[in-house]
C-alpha cells in the first residue's frame, strides 16, 4: 500500500528532492495541489505533476464515493471502549478509530484518567471492546503516571508489563516538539502497525502558553489547526483513533453554550471530530455530554473515576 511520496509509481529520489523542497512532503500536500503550482514550484513537467497528483489521489483513496461506500465505511468503523457503558453509549458504542475525539473540560474533569484507561482499553481483543492495538501517548503536561497504566491494566486481566510495552510514551517539551513529534509519528505507525490510539494529552496548553493573548491568536491559531489537521489525516490513513485533551476554565454558564469559545468571542478550532464536555460532579463522579456531533444524539450521561479506572 502507498503510504508516502516516495511509495508513488515514478516518484524516484530526483523527483522526491525536488517536490520536498519545494514544501510538498506528504501525499496530502500533493493530492491537494493544483498540477500548474506544482509543476512550476517544483520544476517538473506539467504531465508529471499531473500524474504524481492522480496517483496520490488514489492512494489516499480522494475521489466520489456513493452513500452506501461512506455506510459500509462506517459500519466497519472499530471503537474503544471507555470503560463505562453509559459514556460508550453517549458515543454510539465507544471511541472510533478514523475519528479525533476531543474531550475538554476544566482542571480535574477526568480527562487525563480517560486518556490513561483509553492507551490501556486498546489493547483489548475486539470481543473485550479493544483494537488489539497498541498506543501512542504525547503528554505536554507531564501528568502521564505509569502507576495508573498498573492498576488499569490489573483490573481489566492484563498483564501491567506487556500493557506498559504496548504504549510508546514521549513528553512534549514545548509546541514545536509537539508538532515535530506528530510530523514523525508516520514514521513510527509504519514501522509498528498496531498502533491504534494516538493520544495528545493536552493539545493546547503549549499553545496557551507561548502564544497568549489577543495579540498572539492568529499565530496560535494557524499552528494549531496546522496540527489538529495533521492528527485527523493520520487518524484517517491509518484507521486509528486520535484523541486530544483541552482544558478549559470552568465557567457555570456556559455548560450550554460552547465553552470553548475562548475569550473574545473567537472559536479554538474548526477541525472535523467528536467533541466530548467533562465536567466534575459529586464525589468520583463525572458528567459527560457530546458538543455538536455530526451523527450523535445530543445528551448526557453520568461516569466513575475510581482505583480501578473508568467505570460507570
Ligand atoms: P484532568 O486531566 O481533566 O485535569 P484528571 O484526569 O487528571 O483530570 O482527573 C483527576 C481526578 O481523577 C482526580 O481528581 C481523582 O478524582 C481521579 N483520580 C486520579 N487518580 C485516581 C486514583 N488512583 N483513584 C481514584 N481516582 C483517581
Ligand atoms: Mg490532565
Redesign the pocket.
Known sequence: KVKSLSDLPGVGQSILNKLIEAGYSSLEAVAVASPQDLSVAAGIPLTTAQRIIKEAREALDIRFKTALEVKKERINTKKITTGSQALDGLLGGGIETRTMTEFF??????????CHQLSVNVQLPLEKGGLGGKAVYIDTEG?FRWE?IE?MSKAIGLEPDSAMNNIYYMRAINSDHQMAIVDDLQELIGKDPAIKLVIV?SITSHFRAEFPGRENLAVRQQKLNKHLHQLVRLAEMYDLAVII?N?VMARPDMFYGDPTVAVGGHTLYHVPGIRVQ?KKSRG?KRIARIVDAPHLPEGEVVFA???EGVRD
Not at 473540560?105 to 480517560?114: A, R, Y
Open positions: 473540560g476544566e482542571f480535574g474533569s477526568g480527562k487525563t484518567q480517560l501528568t495508573r492498576a494529552d485533551t482544558q467533562l468520583n473515576i475510581t482505583e
